[in-house]
T-cell receptor, first 116, second 112 residues
Framework: GAVVSQHPSRVICKSGTSVKIECRSLDFQATTMFWYRQFPKKSLMLMATSNEGSKATYEQGVEKDKFLINHASLTLSTLTVTSAHPEDSSFYIC????????????FGPGTRLLVL | QKEVEQNSGPLSVPEGAIASLNCTYSDRGSQSFFWYRQYSGKSPELIMFIYSNGDKEDGRFTAQLNKASQYVSLLIRDSQPSDSATYLCAVSPTGTASKLTFGTGTRLQVTL
C-alpha cells in the first residue's frame, strides 16, 4: 500500500515553455500533498503544501505564479512550472499524506526536469 | 528557526556491522519523527517512524527516540552493501500538522 506515482519521470524542454507534473496517490486518499525540489547533493526543499479543494500554501521564497499547484481531487495534485528557465532544472518530488491521524508522508519517484 | 541536524558523513561501516545514524532537532515540542532512505538519483523511501520515547524495531532497523535530549537515531544491524544510501531524518514540528522538516542527510557507505 501507500504508493505514489509521478508523471513524467523525466522531461527536457526549451526555455520559456511550461511543464506540468502530475502526482497521484494510487491506493489511498491524500488530503494533503507536498511538492519538493532537490538540487544535486542537497536535501529536500519544501516548495508548497497542497490541500484538496483549496489553494496551495507556498514556502517563503517560492513564486506562486511561477509554480502553479492544483489539487483537484483526493488522489491527484499537479505542479506546473510556467515559463521554465535553466535555473528551474531540478529534481521535483511530490509526497502524499494519508488521511488519518498519522503524519506519514509517502514520496513519489520524482521528476527530473532539464530546461535547455 | 526550527532545525534538524545530521552529520553529512560519509559514515563508513564494514558489511555485517551495526551502522548508527544520529539526528538532533531544535523544536522541543516536535511530535513525529521519520527516517527515510534515499538512493542516489531516486526519491526518499520511508523506513521507519516513531512517536514515543524509547526504541522501535522493524527487522534490521531500530529507531530510538529521546525527547528530553531532542535526539533520534537509527540503528542498522547486519549492514549490507545495499544499505549504502543517504538517510534523511525528518521531524514534524508542533503546530504544523503534517509539514516535515528534513535534515540534510547522512551518507552511509557499507564496505565489503
Amino acid at each position: 500500500g501507500a504508493v505514489v506515482s509521478q508523471h513524467p519521470s523525466r522531461v527536457i524542454c526549451k526555455s520559456g515553455t511550461s511543464v506540468k507534473i502530475e502526482c497521484r496517490s494510487l491506493d489511498f486518499q491524500a488530503t494533503t500533498m507536498f511538492w519538493y525540489r532537490q538540487f544535486p547533493k542537497k536535501s529536500l526543499m519544501l516548495m508548497a503544501t497542497s490541500n484538496e479543494g483549496s489553494k496551495a500554501t507556498y514556502e517563503q521564497g517560492v513564486e506562486k505564479d511561477k509554480f502553479l499547484i492544483n489539487h483537484a481531487s483526493l488522489t491527484l495534485s499537479t505542479l506546473t512550472v510556467t515559463s521554465a528557465h535553466p535555473e528551474d532544472s531540478s529534481f521535483y518530488i511530490c509526497s502524499a499524506r494519508e488521511r488519518g491521524p498519522q503524519e506519514t508522508q509517502y514520496f513519489g519517484p520524482g521528476t527530473r526536469l532539464l530546461v535547455l | 528557526q526550527k532545525e534538524v541536524e545530521q552529520n553529512s558523513g560519509p559514515l563508513s561501516v564494514p558489511e555485517g556491522a551495526i551502522a548508527s545514524l544520529n539526528c538532533t532537532y531544535s523544536d522541543r515540542g516536535s511530535q513525529s519523527f521519520f527516517w527515510y532512505r534515499q538512493y542516489s538519483g531516486k526519491s526518499p523511501e520511508l523506513i521507519m517512524f516513531i512517536y514515543s520515547n524509547g526504541d522501535k524495531e522493524d527487522g534490521r532497523f531500530t529507531a530510538q527516540l529521546n525527547k528530553a535530549s531532542q535526539y533520534v537515531s537509527l540503528l542498522i544491524r547486519d549492514s549490507q552493501p545495499s544499505d549504502s544510501a543517504t538517510y534523511l531524518c525528518a521531524v514534524s514540528p508542533t503546530g504544523t500538522a503534517s509539514k516535515l522538516t528534513f535534515g540534510t542527510g547522512t551518507r552511509l557507505q557499507v564496505t565489503l
